[in-house]
Nanobody, 124 residues
Framework: QVQLVESGGGLVQAGGSLRLSCAAS????????VGWFRQAPGKEREFVAA????????YYSDSVKGRFTISRDNAKNTVYLQMNSLKPEDTAVYYC?????????????????WGQGTQVTVSS
């Protein structure tokens, strides 16, 4: 069992930056794929970025590529999402998720463990 806790959300002006954190307890992220998703009001949850802990393969959605960076801290068993050049359309609840890595499967779906979410609001 993996427990995930997100932090770092808040209110920021357009063009600003935030860094989200996803800390795991219960086990380490080794052998897992860790993803970030977001859900805006009235919209479906969408994939943002993912990180395969073993090997370090990274995936981004087209909407955040070049602006967001996913990274990890092995010692803290934490995954970060650095968000730069934020836009009002990035406003959403951001969720961290994790699943055991199975090579060949889609890193954008079918996650087993989810955090409670953290609100990100970007004002224009």
């Amino acid at each position: 069992q993996v427990q995930l806790v997100e932090s770092g959300g808040g209110l920021v002006q357009a063009g600003g930056s935030l860094r989200l954190s996803c800390a795991a307890s219960g086990r380490t992220f080794s052998g897992y794929t860790v993803g970030w998703f977001r859900q805006a009001p009235g919209k479906e949850r969408e994939f943002v970025a993912a990180f395969r802990w073993s090997g370090g393969t990274i995936y981004y959605s087209d909407s955040v590529k070049g602006r967001f960076t996913i990274s990890r801290d092995n010692a803290k068993n934490t995954v970060y999402l650095q968000m730069n050049s934020l836009k009002p359309e990035d406003t959403a609840v951001y969720y961290c998720a994790a699943k055991p890595t199975v090579w060949g499967t889609d890193p954008r779906s079918d996650y087993d463990y989810w955090g409670q979410g953290t609100q990100v609001t970007v004002s224009s």
